[in-house]
């Protein structure tokens, strides 16, 4: 007969008082090993989802509310007292997605910048060296971070272009103002990066609500012969704004829209919606994966195509009563 472990029941919702792993805050697998729990069990608890990763080698329970303090508390268990948070670790102190998309099965080294001049030769940590100014870093919660404009500054240069644009576009919405990051491309003038920084700051736009959005957006600019696109265009029914098409170009009624496993689950309620958008919007929608956009996709042709179909059938189109069938 299997041993059993009074706290972790068949049938139990979450961790609760009987777990001897904190149920508050973060810890680490060094810290589950010395409450008893290994971490052959501990991975037996994240595949159920009683707990989850936070960083590489930090995990919570899964109940524990997801903070600017909690996230704080979890880099503090590895990140040296002395170390600045850079990069996309600190667009995540800062609560800003911008994780790579294999994030999801994998969590990324923590990215720091260490003062001390040395890099520090862990595995879950990945460090460098670089110029700061005293106006680049602040405290969030006691943990020394890049600023958002920094931060801002230096994914704008380091990342691939696309997860790039993504970065800035979801900085500018978290607060970052678009005069400042445009101000701050110069200072980096001869340094990596910066010729991409230079392309990319004006482009720049926080009206996409998810890196994928911002993603979709950048292929769209790359395609020859395209209409300018608009994140986020309201369509209108009956002079009431009813749907939000996530990038597109209003004149012509042409929409692409990002399909991801996170926001469109219900397959019945997209398909309405986009009915509706075609029969009484008069919008061709074009929907993408992350297949199409990532990490080699190239929806440029479909883009292009769709562009087409809508110049076609905008003669076709009378305001007051939908389209003429032919």
């Not at 595949?47 to 930090?58: C, K, Q, S």
């Not at 002079?239 to 042409?254: E, I, K, P, Q, S």
Request: proline share 7%; with cysteine; glycine share 8%.
């Amino acid at each position: 007969m299997a041993y059993r472990i009074p706290w972790l029941p068949s049938d139990l919702s979450l961790l609760d008082e009987r777990c001897p792993l904190p149920l508050t805050g973060p810890f680490t697998a060094a810290r589950a090993q010395e409450l008893g729990v290994s971490r052959t069990r501990l991975a037996t608890l994240s595949r159920r989802g009683l707990v989850r990763p936070v960083l590489r080698g930090v995990y919570a329970a899964a109940q524990v509310v997801d903070t600017i303090e909690f996230r704080a508390a979890a880099l503090a268990l590895v990140v040296p007292p002395t170390a600045i948070v850079t990069d996309r670790t600190a667009a995540w102190l800062h609560m800003v997605d911008v994780l790579a998309p294999s994030a999801v099965h994998e969590m990324p080294p923590v990215e720091i910048y260490s003062r001390a001049g040395s890099r520090l030769r862990r595995p879950d940590v990945a460090s460098g060296e670089r110029r700061m100014r005293d106006e680049d870093v602040m405290v969030a919660n006691g943990v020394l971070v890049t600023t958002k404009l920094r931060t801002a500054l230096d994914l704008g240069r380091r990342l691939n272009r696309f997860h790039a644009l993504a970065a800035l576009d979801a900085l500018l919405r978290a607060g970052v103002r678009h005069e400042e990051l445009l101000a701050g491309v110069e200072r980096f003038r001869g340094e990596r990066g910066v010729v991409q920084l230079r392309a990319l700051a004006p482009l720049a736009d926080p009206r996409p609500e998810s890196p994928p959005e911002s993603v979709l957006r950048l292929h769209w600019l790359d395609a020859s012969g395209m209409p300018p696109p608009e994140p986020q265009v309201w369509v209108h029914d009956g002079g009431y704004a009813r749907y939000r098409v996530d990038v597109g170009n209003d004149d012509l009624r042409y929409g692409a829209e990002y399909d991801g496993a996170l926001f469109h689950q219900d397959v019945e309620v997209d398909e309405g919606r986009r009915d509706w958008l075609d029969e009484s919007g008069g919008w061709i929608i074009d929907a993408f994966t992350a297949e199409d956009i990532y990490p080699r996709g190239d929806p440029t042709t479909r883009l292009q195509h769709g562009v087409y179909r809508a110049r076609r059938r905008s003669g076709l189109w009378v305001p007051q009563g939908g389209y003429l069938r032919r």
